[in-house]
């Protein structure tokens, strides 16, 4: 699979609510908002970027990428980003990626990538300890399967995916692409 046939979707339109609700996509870490952070490791890979934000959208659109907002209204959660993202994409493919992960690597997208087949349409990372299910590569086809669990109140990345064709991507566990910022603590902390 070429990297011109996946598009690259940054999740950056959560509430916040752990980080006094701030967008977590503009705190800066070392000087930079996150989601700059994550556009400098993917930008000289592809162009096939969009942004999944609800709030602040004009600042998100100054970055240069489309800028696309929930369908589902409310914040329903990170599976309703992938699905307003899906339906904005015109490759087959969709990898996500949350935008509070400062030591995100393109290294992650390279190990996804490699592992399409024709006999999944859902890829999952997991660090040998547990799943990431916000680091996703899904299949355009699952457009219709998205829009019907969200529609009945489903949440869960988990529930969602287990109930569709899925393989994990497993990573060494010391790797550190999956740490993220979740805390005003653990900013302060990493801005150290």
């Not at 006094?20 to 989601?35: A, R």
């Not at 699905?83 to 992960?101: A, G, H, Q």
């Not at 799943?131 to 109140?153: D, E």
Request: glycine share 6%.
């Amino acid at each position: 699979m070429k990297i011109n046939n996946i598009s690259i979707g940054i999740l950056a339109g959560g509430k916040g609510t752990r980080m006094q609700n701030q967008d977590k996509g503009l705190v800066e870490i070392q000087g930079i908002t996150l989601v700059k952070n994550i556009l400098n490791t993917i930008s000289p890979h592809t162009s096939n970027i969009l942004i999944n934000a609800n709030r602040n959208i004009t600042l998100y659109e100054e970055y240069g990428y489309p800028v696309i907002q929930d369908i589902f209204e409310d914040f329903q959660g990170p599976l309703s980003g992938v699905y307003s993202m899906l339906n904005n994409i015109s490759t087959e493919y969709l990898l996500t990626i949350p935008c509070d992960c400062p030591n995100f690597n393109w290294l992650l997208v390279q190990e996804m990538v490699k592992e399409i087949d024709l006999k999944h349409e859902v890829y999952v990372a997991n660090n040998g300890v547990r799943s990431q299910p916000v680091f996703m590569l899904i299949s355009k086809s699952k457009i219709s399967s998205l829009k019907a669990f969200l529609s009945i109140g489903g949440r869960k990345i988990d529930k969602w995916y287990k109930e569709n064709n899925y393989k994990y991507v497993y990573f060494d566990k010391n790797v550190n692409y999956f740490e993220n910022i979740n805390t005003l603590e653990q900013l302060n902390d990493y801005n150290k």
